[in-house]
């Protein structure tokens, strides 16, 4: 296992150089120096602007400058965003809760539902349900999300606020305005039931839902998808049989006895799903104005702010390497033969 | 190419063409076939969008701005599909549209999978060079493939033409690995040991002889990265970063299309489910093609 474990950590070192080298060459590789996109359409003083680039330290050798950006970015110093004159990890550290507290109940919903839409698929083979499960799961697999994310808001939140004006969902940000609750913990659902008062875990609760469905979505199908073939092929085996001759409950059979077998493959799958919710969360947090790195993300590169453009991909990048590496020991720890694997 | 697996012959004396065995399969699947269906209808618009279109995609009539669909409350049959906030006639910019999008995902496909399979055969062929094109493309897998497109973009600044690059360059990897696997697997039979010893030359080896034999799996991931680069690029375009105004590109046109919501269902409707049934027809098609091709591939996903 001890070996496995390492093999393993050695195979992540070359691709976090590998994103670090990415990240470093992007602001590189933009047209003009960043100090040009900073000054914008001003005419730059040709002394002012050598001076700034000698103290932003852009006129050193190249592989000099990537070696004290990578020193920098092993100790959380991105840089400072040119618009806010924040810096970058403050900034993510401040949006990241929202990202994740959407990923976590988007992840939540696609988990609970399609486990369940998967096993009933998988039980009646070949049924009208087991059809129409599988027909919605490769709907879902093909929906441009964006395009869903609107036409949740033109169903339940502009058509509900004619037909049920109490069901229409608020479709952007995190809480209504009448609201001002002092974030405590960053995760909007934590804080408003910390803070007692009335209403507000009802109203961040009730700003969750679409952004979660759309989110959701894709990671929903996918888990449906596998659940109900590794379910199929559980069904099959011996053990199974043995169970039902023993005379156990179907319902036991299925969730007891087949479903942890078949969860081995769909835990995997979850896994992957981390990097589909976070290029997701882009989509998403653009349409429903959610506040979190998504968002931030695409603002700044609309803002050709590219210290955070720069610093939001690398944490990014390197949280989906952290999120697979942790995925990939989880599987080796449940199944010795990937462990023991070359 | 003999990309199909023997299955059982018939009783006949000889046995059946190896494209007829491969429609026999695939048209065991009425998803694919529907699928085959709606993508060749999809191909025909795009096609023939100069005559069939109604109007000019980037024409705007300013007298009718936000017309409705013509069944509906106030709408003519001048504009069947209606009008966007400038007046343009949205049927036509749907059908110019499709051009586009099919465009993109061809374009996409051909510049990912090209370089992708010599870059998965090189690294059979030549293990040492292999290492590190292998931990390249494990980097460019890190990051989710439309993050990775918006940075690609992010450089090369917005446009169709950047889209259609950022999305090949990130679906190289796939390609790469694909291609290695099976390739690998391949390269101890006897087939190709006794192509070497007959005296081949490794580039004959690798296309002529390799090649061939790994296409199933890679034509399968060429169709579903087909709708996958047609759903990126429309991602991209939503969000101000792919194809730019007055572009008629499905996603373009949405980007602007949350502002109407309230007053022009039509707006945000019919380009969102041109995008929707194209990339769910070409699923359904490369899902019997995965089954048809490759039936090795049927446990999988």
Known sequence: MFGFILRRLALVVPTFVGITLLAFSLIHLIPGDPVQVMAGERRLDPAFHAEVLHRLGLDRPLWEQYGSYLWKSLHLDLGESFVTHEAVWSEFLKLFPATVELSVCALFLAVVVGLLAGVIAAIKRGSVLDHGVMGLSLTGFSMPIFWWGLLLIMFCSVYMREWAPAWALPVSGRLALEFDIAPRTGFMLIDAWLSGEEGVFRSALSHLVLPSIVLGTIPLAVIARMTRSSMLEVLREDYVRTAKAKGLSPARVVFVHALRNALVPVITVIGLQVGTLLAGAVLTETIFSWPGIGKWLIDAISRRDYPVVQGGILIIATLVIVVNLLVDLMYGLVNPRIRHAK | ?301
């Open chain 2, 1 to 301: 190419m003999s990309a199909v697996l023997p299955t059982d012959t018939a009783a006949g004396a000889t046995p059946p063409s190896s494209l007829a065995d491969f429609w026999r399969s695939f048209s065991t699947n009425k998803g694919a076939v529907a699928g085959l269906f709606v993508f060749v209808f999809v191909i025909a618009c795009a096609l023939l969008a100069d005559v069939i279109a109604p109007h000019d995609a980037i024409e705007q009539y300013r007298d009718a701005l936000l017309t409705p669909p013509m069944w509906a409350e106030g709408g003519s049959s001048k504009f069947i599909l209606g009008t966007d906030d400038i007046g343009r006639d949205v049927l036509s910019r749907l059908l110019f549209g499709a051009r586009l999008s099919l465009m993109i995902g061809f374009v996409a496909v051909l510049l990912s999978m090209l370089p992708g399979m010599a870059l998965g055969l090189t690294a059979t062929f030549f293990p040492r060079i292999g290492v590190a094109i292998l931990r390249l493309m494990d980097v460019m897998l890190a990051l989710p493939s439309l993050l990775l497109a918006i940075a690609v973009v992010a450089v090369l600044g917005p446009g169709l033409l950047n889209t259609m690059l950022a999305i090949a360059i990130v679906a190289v990897p796939s390609y790469v690995r694909l291609v290695r696997a099976s390739s690998m697997s391949e390269l101890t039979k006897d087939y190709v040991i006794a192509s070497r010893l007959a005296g081949a030359g490794t580039f004959r080896l690798m296309f002529n002889t390799v090649l061939p034999n790994c296409m199933a799996p890679v034509i399968v991931t060429a169709t579903l990265g087909f709708s996958d680069a047609i759903l990126t690029a429309a991602a991209l375009g939503f969000l101000g970063l792919g194809a730019q105004p007055p572009t008629p590109e499905w996603g373009t046109m949405l980007a602007s299309a949350r502002d109407y919501i309230e007053r022009a269902n039509w707006v945000v409707t019919f380009p969102g489910l041109a995008i929707l049934i194209t990339v769910l027809a070409i699923n359904l098609m490369g899902d019997g093609l995965r089954d048809a091709l490759d039936p090795r591939m049927k446990k999988l996903s």
